[in-house]
């Protein structure tokens, strides 16, 4: 270890110990910094049977200041383990920021590939687009997913193509008929976001190979790339900066959504059309692995960056942000859909059966599912602030009061338009709510600061099942 890391540790772990952060907001089953900023998901992966969740981690602001990988494990994607920091921006090529990267495991050994962000020094002349940072893209290995070999540096700027800024970042790397790929997300010089495609034989030399792109300009940066399939459906998701205008007005300020892809992603392919991951307040930067038994898990960082509306309420707490449970990703009918992982089960406990309407009081950690619903007939209301909604053909999730001191933290209002509503199950967990609609075909997330737990739904026809979450 450094003496940088050294240091760091120390003050980290102290910070850490000193937190106590018994909050009134903290949660019982999602993922959350031990003290401190939290943002993506990281080098997710089952290795020899136990899950790892490294995170995107402050620990010495909640505010957000320089990132450092913290690390979780478990053994059922519910109930993690904090297990301390484990890379350091302690390096000339990651001294700004141990930023976002993946993990692959292949015969007992564990490769993370993270980009290492340097941030030059405040000059004028520097818009720290062009000049000023590096984005280096760098490998580091394990046998136990804790202890980490020396970093090696294994690409720079001046090995990505000249057309592109200086950001590039996130690197996603999987195996294909015995070659390994590397994904990264770029902005061009002409502000276009796009994917670059590397290659390598052996998973140290990497060479530029091809690029994911859409006909036409989509958003002046694509952040944390990802490619995978599932149950046949090819998907090509990525988090897009700088979509403005129209169908993008009444939505964040960043947008985490998929192309399905037609063909092949190295060869000869076409992009559907980009379709969200989630319409709710807080998604951004999600990140998936493929367990043992074969699902394709996708964990997301439940926040949104420079979203100025919004005071997130933990922070004065000491902490802030979480992420989303994990989201089994599968294809019905030809629809990506999402559902969470059903390890959850075993912590539930049936409360009630309903039909047509139920109210509760006093949980703050359930799963509320609703099905045959009739006629599109759908509305709940959840700590009395928080409207779920079918209306004029679209689902809306929407805050009564959008003061930054109320439930919403500042929020209004978000919907889909779809023809109609069959099915609603809402994942609720102290500060925070998961919608899955219509068997996940659309998802809503938010973070939200109840005064009271009230849970009232109107569904006049369905079948309603509560069940605590323990
Ligand atoms: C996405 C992101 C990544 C970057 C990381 C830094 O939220 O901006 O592109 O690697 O966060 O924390």
């Given amino acids: 270890m450094s003496t940088l890391a050294k240091d760091l540790s120390k003050l980290i772990t102290q910070e850490e110990e000193r937190a106590g952060l018994q909050t009134r907001f903290r949660q019982k089953f999602h993922l959350m910094p031990p003290v401190g900023w939290l943002n993506d998901p990281n080098g997710l992966c089952q290795f020899q049977g136990v899950y790892h969740a490294y995170f995107q981690y402050s620990p010495l602001n909640p505010g957000g200041g320089v990132k450092v990988w913290g690390h979780y494990t478990g053994t059922n994607m519910i109930d993690w383990e904090y297990q301390g920091v484990v890379l350091y921006p302690d390096q000339p090529f990651d001294c700004s920021g141990v930023y976002s990267g993946s993990a692959l495991t292949e015969d007992g050994k564990m490769y993370i590939y993270y980009t290492g962000n340097v941030k030059l020094e405040d000059r004028e002349d520097y818009d720290y687009i062009n000049s000023g940072r590096e984005a280096n893209t760098v490998l580091v290995t394990s046998s136990d997913g804790q202890h980490f070999s020396r970093k090696k540096l294994l690409m720079t700027n001046a090995d990505y193509p000249s057309d592109l800024t200086l950001h590039v970042r996130d690197p996603k790397v999987w195996k294909e008929q015995g070659t390994y790929y590397m994904l990264q997300g770029a902005r061009t010089k002409e502000d276009i976001g796009q994917a670059l495609i590397f290659e390598s034989a052996d998973l140290t030399e990497w060479k530029f190979r091809s690029r994911v792109e859409t006909e036409k300009p989509f958003g002046y940066m694509w952040e944390c790339p990802d490619y995978f399939e599932t149950d ?120 009630r059966s309903a039909h047509d309407r139920i109210e509760a009081e006093g949980y703050a950690a359930y799963d509320l599912i609703i099905s045959d619903i009739k006629d599109s007939r759908f509305r709940a209301v959840l700590g009395e602030e928080l409207v779920l909604e079918y209306r004029d053909g679209r689902f809306e999730m929407r805050f009564t009061d959008q003061d930054q001191a109320s439930v919403s933290g500042g929020r209004g209002l978000r919907y889909a338009a779809m023809e109609n509503v069959e099915h609603v199950r809402i994942l609720a967990d102290v500060s925070s709510v998961e919608v899955f609609v219509n068997d996940g075909r659309y998802v809503f997330t938010t973070r939200y600061y109840p005064e009271r737990e009230r849970i009232c739904v109107q569904a006049e026809g369905a079948a309603i099942q509560l069940f605590e979450i323990g």
């Fill in 232 to 351: 046949g459906v090819r998907i090509f998701s990525a988090s897009v900066q700088g979509l403005e205008g129209e169908e993008w007005e009444d939505r964040n300020v960043y947008q985490s959504g998929y192309f399905e892809v037609d063909g092949e992603i190295l060869g000869e392919y076409g992009l559907s059309e980009y379709r969200l991951w989630d319409y709710g307040f807080d998604y951004y930067a999600p990140q998936s692995f493929e367990t043992e038994d074969g699902r394709r898990i996708q964990i997301g960082w439940m926040g949104m960056p420079d979203c100025e509306e919004y005071t997130n309420r933990t922070t004065a707490d000491g902490w802030q942000h979480c992420f989303t449970i994990p989201r089994e990703v599968y294809a019905k009918d030809g629809a990506v859909c999402q559902r969470p992982v059903r390890e959850l089960d075993a912590r539930k406990q049936s409360v």
